[in-house]
């Protein structure tokens, strides 16, 4: 028989208006990676917040090496060797890296902090993960993938038994997941389980022993990953075939929109030129923190560039800031949905009219409520964001709903230009054709796109044409014919240069 | 939600005019006989109600309250005691509350003279009569009242300090906080006498310390840096003030060359006069004082006094020769 | 369907639990006081919370973009120095000196609302600073002396009546009516949430952050303004020492009433039955001679069992 560590049994898990877990059974086996899949709100994390102690189940049990165990709190399921790495990070920005490692279990010398060996250990920690940098640096110093680096490190620290990581390559780099997976071998080999949420099908098959699957707060099964293809999951996931992951390109650019000319802003990213045409989908590649985000938040003027020149329908916009760019037709759906684009506490309805309310109100700013009610409701059909009803807060929604709201919220503007930062960041499969398919239609519809993500899949998927970053500078710029991902890759590294 | 919001509030306004109908009702067809009623039932008995409302609960105001309850239950009356914590609204406040008691009568020691006068009508209207205690109320027409009369108080403290200076030198005003009638009577008080000596005696600076020693303290500080030896009194508006100022003159060594008079003559105020720090003091009776509130209060229901007038209670100047009797009696251990 | 129906209910109980709670601390005070439930003394009970009231709903509006305003009290204390020195030296019109008391609220709300907005700066810090500023210049003018002898119209607007109904009550009401408009009709009200809920999501959707934080701390002061003509009315005379302490009632109005300290969530008229129930604590303690020390506690209490009841909510 195999050694089984953790079991849950027919756990129920109830949220105002949503049953997230219905009935659900789960076990870990010594020594194993176990992968948990499912599309967004089927329960993976809800599940796994149980066992970690942040929430409790409503009914149902969960055994520790046969035990029954109630976690009321994370320092309890700590203590009894479960950490999780959540997927929203939550460090101290204003703590050193050591700090935020060993908080809570400081290393004491009397009554004070011993904070050289604090930072010896930190430094011992950091390089199991291989991350290089000093202890004693600012958390909102580092990169979020640094960030994401630094938890994984925080949850070897307490030298768990069972590692539960929520999406953990959701925002590092290609070569820092290559390092995650060879620890995740190391832990394995040690006896440690691992629990792997992710969306990414190579990541599953290449790291996972075992895979469960959850389908709307239900248990579908629990598979050998040696068993099952990527074809076979993804109708177990999403309950339907996955005939094509990306529409076709229709590729019929038209007029220029938007030309961007040598925009610099210092220390950030330098002379960055290029143009957007109509009925275009312009892909922006590049690892995390190579400055893409950074342009396009330059450009629709969050920040303030310190030179360049941006052209919008061939008129020279000065000063940008939101209301002037959204006034000349660009809407923004931003990588970050709980930074930047969505307010939480706040309704579907309201934060899908939010951007829209000048159009929706009259001249004395009273807002025509039933209008603004009839076309939030037309784009919550339209995108099928699945929610109770129009007055539900987003908080209670999942990411892949949120973002499609984000969506809305911009379409209702009707834009000219839309860009999109890691719209499917954090995102299931089935959700992800849903936002492929509507960026599609937009550009069909003549509208300018630009489209930024770190998977190199999608970007070869959508794009007509690419532009390459690389620490702040425009690398390289590829039509879609020329673009290959070896090619990319070059320019998105140190390597480039030589190729080309 | 819209909906079931506005029908809650429908109901609970429609609840509430239901009540106050019903009181209403039985209210406003008894009313007057009622409350003679009342009153006449009250005279038998010999008890009354009396509503009393003051600005701060300072120690001063509790020595005070403290007779007032001693002459209430001698005089066989309920008292009504309400803070109104140094807010003048919320004194305002507490007369509608004590009239919508029905109290027998209202005393008042007011957070500030002028405000208090829109509770002269209140009361008037209510029929209820008032009695002001310890603060003058700012109105031409006549009231009851008992108290200090501050005026005197500021002009014996410095008529004692000139005459202990000789009648000629420099002095400083120690001032309360700007505005409350203590302040501004006492300060007039002051000037009276200061006016008598012009040439003679100067003013080299007035200033307040919002009654505090602390503050008195780093304000003496500053004086005797600025004027040097120049500072022969130092005229404090109360006892605290003074003890500030005594504590600077001390630690700047100059103590002996320095007079202090002061007005209250608290415990500590006592102390330092027994000692010799403190030159002398204005005492206020603040026991006497609620006693013959309450006395007066009782005296305007019972019929026996109908002029409105301002009754000064006495203020003795306390010097070396006569603490002993305050501190044996009144700050007894 | 029944367990959603259930959960509905309990929701609502305690979206308006603070009602049940008045009406049922009303019920209880008029049980132990016969003076309690009379006409005249709930006409004093509307009459009293005015200020506080209105104060609050400034505050309230000031707490949803996750701001705060330290500065009310010493802003009524000058807008209603203001008034009463120009009815002492003047001979405008009541509607003049009403509008310019009103027009001194709304310019030190400007000063608040710039700093916060423009410089960036802490609200408790700039309100600190317009707290103590407005303080100071109420001395100036006033060279720490009240103002009295105020023309008897003006004194109306305190201590008068229209169909039964106590002035400063219908003024409170008037601006709660404007502010729930503009909190629930108008899309200004829809930027003050978002812009407290998330910043940086209100200012990507094209949203004039600054403005809206700028415009919240003038509200509130105009507010302050409108409170300081009540209350130099109802004790007839400007005091320099005037509303002491009075934001720390706001503000605990506000917080009964549910409203969140770090914005974006709460209700205007949570915190008018936040206003109430304190008005009735006050006056319920007072007839029942209970002393000013042990209303303080009760008061603080209070605030704490709303938190608890708040906090309780979220979770």
Not at chain 1, 17 to 23: E, F, Q, T
Not at chain 1, 50 to 77: C, M, N, R, S, W
Not at chain 2, 32 to 59: L, N, P, Q, R
Not at chain 3, 17 to 25: E, R
Request: charged share 20%; aromatic share 6%.
């Amino acid at each position: 028989m195999e050694n089984i560590v953790l079991e849950a049994r027919n756990v129920t898990k109830r949220f105002p208006g949503v049953l997230a877990l219905a009935n659900v059974n789960f076990r870990l086996v010594k020594g194993k990676v176990h992968a948990l899949m499912g599309e967004n709100g089927a329960g993976k994390s809800t599940l796994m917040k149980i066992i970690a102690g942040i929430y409790q189940a409503d009914e149902g049990d969960v055994f520790l090496h046969g035990e029954k165990v109630v976690f009321h709190t994370p320092k309890q399921a700590l203590a009894n060797g479960i950490s999780m790495i959540h997927q929203e990070l939550s460090p101290i920005l204003d703590m050193t890296i050591a700090e935020n490692l060993f908080l809570g279990k400081e290393f004491c010398k009397g009554k004070f902090i011993d904070y050289r060996k604090m930072n010896s250990e930190a430094t011992a920690l950091m390089e199991r993960v291989g991350v290089d940098l000093p202890p004693t640096m600012l958390m909102k110093e580092l990169t979020v993938s640094q960030m994401q680096m630094i938890e994984i490190a925080k949850a070897l620290a307490y030298n768990a038994e069972i590692i539960i990581m929520d999406e953990p390559s959701a925002t590092i780099t290609e070569r820092e997941i290559a390092n995650l997976f060879d620890i995740i071998q190391g832990l394995k080999e040690d006896g440690r389980c691992i629990v792997y949420i992710t969306h990414k099908m190579d990541e599953v098959f290449k790291i996972a022993d075992e895979i469960t699957v959850f389908r709307d707060g239900e248990y579908i099964g629990t598979y050998d990953a040696d068993e099952i293809d990527e074809n076979q999951l993804v109708v177990k996931m999403v309950n339907r075939e996955l005939t094509e992951i990306y529409p076709p390109k229709h590729n019929k650019a038209t007029d220029e929109i938007l030309r961007v000319e040598n925009l610099c802003q210092k220390g950030v990213f330098e002379d960055i030129s290029f143009t957007l045409r109509k009925g275009e989908i312009l892909g922006f590649s590049g690892l995390m923190g190579s400055g893409r985000t950074e342009v396009m938040n330059a450009l629709f003027g969050i920040t303030h560039p310190t030179s360049g020149n941006i052209y919008i329908n061939g008129e020279k916009v000065d000063k940008p800031n939101p209301r002037k760019i959204i006034s000349k037709g660009i809407g923004y759906v931003t990588e970050d949905r709980k930074g930047n684009g969505l307010v939480l506490e706040m309704s579907v309805y309201d934060n899908t009219i939010l951007p829209s309310l000048s159009k929706l109100s009259n001249k004395l700013g009273v807002v025509n409520k039933k209008k603004a009610l009839k076309v939030a409701e037309e784009y919550r059909e339209k995108l099928k964001i699945k929610t109770p009803g129009l007055q539900q807060t987003v908080k209670q929604l999942s990411g892949g709903n949120q973002q499609k709201i984000v969506l809305a919220k911009w379409l209702l503007q009707n834009p000219d230009i839309i860009i999109f930062d890691e719209p499917t960041r954090g995102i299931d499969v089935g959700a992800k054709t849903e936002i492929y398919k509507l960026v599609a239609g937009l550009a069909k519809e003549g509208k300018a796109i630009i489209f930024i993500s770190s998977e190199m899949p999608e970007i070869l998927g959508m794009s007509d044409r690419v532009i390459v970053f690389y620490e702040g500078k425009k690398t390289g710029e590829l039509s879609s014919e020329e673009a290959t991902q070896e090619k990319i890759m070059m320019y998105a590294s140190d390597v480039e240069k030589g190729g080309v | 939600m819209k909906k079931r919001l506005l029908s809650m509030i429908l109901v609970l306004a429609m609840a509430a005019s239901m009540l106050m109908g019903c009181t209403t009702g039985t209210e406003s067809s008894s009313e007057g006989s009622e409350k003679t009623e009342e009153k006449a039932e009250k005279k038998d008995g010999g008890g009354y109600t009396i509503g009393c409302t003051v600005y701060y609960m300072t120690e001063f105001i509790t020595l005070m309250v403290d007779g007032m309850e001693k002459k209430a239950k001698e005089l066989g009356c309920d008292l009504v005691m309400l803070d109104a914590q140094n807010d003048a609204q919320n004194q305002i406040t507490q007369v509608e509350n004590l009239i919508a008691q029905k109290v027998d009568i209202i005393v008042v020691a007011a957070v500030d003279s002028d405000a208090i006068v829109p509770a002269i009508e209140m009361c008037e209207e209510a029929n209820i009569p008032l009695v002001g205690v310890n603060m003058l109320i700012n109105t031409d027409q006549p009231y009851h009242y008992v108290g200090p009369d501050d005026v005197l108080a500021g002009e014996l403290e410095m008529q004692h300090a000139i005459d202990e200076i000789g009648g000629k030198g420099n002095v400083v005003i120690l001032e309360g906080p700007i505005g409350q009638s203590a302040q501004i009577q006492r300060l007039e008080g002051n000037m009276n006498v200061l006016k008598k000596y012009e040439g003679k005696v100067e003013l080299l600076a007035q200033q307040t310390a919002n009654w505090s020693r602390e503050e008195a303290l780093s304000l003496v500080e500053n004086w005797i840096e600025t004027f040097g030896g120049k500072i022969n009194a130092v005229v404090a508006q109360n006892d605290e003030m003074a003890l500030g100022a005594i504590q600077a003159l001390e630690a700047a060594g100059v103590k002996d060359k320095v007079v202090v008079t002061a007005v209250d003559a608290i415990k500590d105020g006592c102390n330092a006069v027994k000692e010799g720090k403190l030159l002398g003091t204005v005492y206020q009776d603040a026991a006497l004082e609620g006693q013959e509130a309450v006395q007066k209060a009782y005296d305007v229901l019972e019929g026996t006094v109908t002029e409105k007038k301002l009754d000064y209670i006495d203020m003795p100047w306390i010097t070396t020769e006569n603490v002993d009797d305050l501190l044996t009696t009144i700050y007894a251990e | 369907m029944g367990e959603k129906a259930r959960g509905f209910d309990k929701k609502w109980i305690q979206t308006y639990m603070l009602i049940f709670i008045v009406i049922g601390l009303g019920v209880i005070l008029s049980f132990i006081s016969s003076n309690f439930l009379t006409v005249t003394n709930l006409l004093n009970v509307v009459r009293q919370i005015a200020v506080n009231g209105i104060l609050a709903i400034g505050m309230t509006i000031v707490c949803l973009t996750g701001g705060i305003d330290l500065s009310v009290g010493s802003i009524v204390a000058f807008s209603g120095i203001i008034a009463a020195g120009l009815l002492r030296d003047t001979s405008y019109p009541i509607i003049v000196v009403v509008l310019a008391a009103i027009a001194v609220g709304a310019v030190c709300g400007l000063y608040n609302g710039y700093f916060v907005a423009y410089w960036n700066a802490a609200p408790f810090v700039v309100t600190l600073s317009m707290m103590t500023i407005a303080r100071g210049m109420t001395y100036v003018y006033s060279d720490g002396r009240p103002i009295s002898n105020l023309r008897t119209e003006f004194l109306t607007i305190g201590k008068g009546s229209i169909a039964g109904i106590p002035i400063p009550t219908l003024i409170l009401a008037v601006v709660f009516i404007l502010g729930s408009i503009m909190l629930t009709k108008l899309k200004f009200g829809r930027y003050v949430y978002a812009v407290g809920g998330n910043e940086n999501a209100a200012m990507v959707s094209g949203i004039n952050v600054k403005r809206i934080k700028m415009m919240v701390y003038v509200l509130s002061g105009i507010a302050c303004g409108i409170a300081a003509i009540i209350l130099t009315a109802r004790v007839s005379a400007g005091l320099p020492q005037a509303g002491e302490s009075y934001e720390l009632d706001a503000i605990a109005a506000t917080v009964i009433g549910g409203t969140s300290l770090s914005g974006g969530r709460g209700r205007l008229w949570g915190t008018i039955v936040g206003a109430i129930l304190l008005g009735i604590v006050n006056n319920g303690l007072d007839l029942l001679n209970v002393s000013s020390f042990y209303q303080q506690i009760v008061k603080g209490l209070i605030i704490l069992g709303a938190i608890l009841i708040d906090s309780k909510r979220n979770n």
